[in-house]
C-alpha cells in the first residue's frame, strides 16, 4: 500500500491498512478465523495517502496440533470497480462535454468486474468518449452515461441527444478509432446495439467473466 519498509517496521498492520470504522469488522473477522473458519469477504484498504481500495480479501486459519495457531491474510486486488473507475474519469469526459457546453450526466450502479474485463470495459468507454470529441457534433442537450448491472449481465449506455450513435460504428468501419473500438468489443465478447427506437443511444451489453491473461493482448 506504498509504505517504504522503514515506514512499517514495527508497526501494527492493521493501523496501517484497516480504515477508519471498520475496525470492528476486522475483529469480527478475525475471531471467525481463529475459531477455524475459512472467510472471504469483500472489504477496504487504506493506502498510505488515505485512498480508500477496494479488496476481497481472504483469510485462512492454520492449524497445528487441532489449534489453531495463525491466520493467514490475502488481499486480491484482481478485481475492479468499475463504477468508480468511471467517477474517477468523470472529470476528463467531463471538459469535453463542457466544452460543448453542456454538462456529462453520469448513472452508474456498483459493478465489479475481473480486472481484465474492467480494463477493456475502460477502453471501452476512453474511445467511445475519443470519438464523441472528434464527431464535431453540436450538443442539443446533455449527453449521458450509465451503467448498470441484471444478474451477471452488464450494461453500459451512452448517448448524445440530437446524434446518430450508428455513425460510431459504420460512418468509417475500417477508420482505426472504429476498428480500436471493435476490436475492444470482440474481446470483451460485448454485443453494441443502437436501437432504431433511440438512434442517439449506444448500449453495450456483456456478462461478467473470470478472464484470464493480459488485458492488452490485442496489441
Known sequence: ?????????GRNVDELLIPDGLDEEEKEFTGQTLSGTTVQRETLRCSKEGLEIPVLLGTIPVWLDG???YEYEQDDLLR???DLYIMSMSDSWQKQAIGRGRELVLKVEHVRLNVNQAVTAGLILNELFNLAEFSNH???ADP?????????????RFGIPG???VKFIDEDPEGFNARVLSVLLNQLNAHCHVSPDRSDEMCIRFFKADVKGSSSSFI
Open 1 to 9: 500500500m506504498q509504505e517504504s519498509h522503514d515506514e512499517a517496521y
Open 67 to 69: 489449534e489453531v495457531v
Open 80 to 82: 475492479v470497480h468499475l
Open 138 to 140: 453540436r450538443y442539443s
Open 144 to 156: 449521458y452515461l450509465s451503467l448498470d448491472q441484471e444478474g451477471e449481465e452488464v450494461r453500459i
Open 163 to 165: 446524434y446518430p450513435m
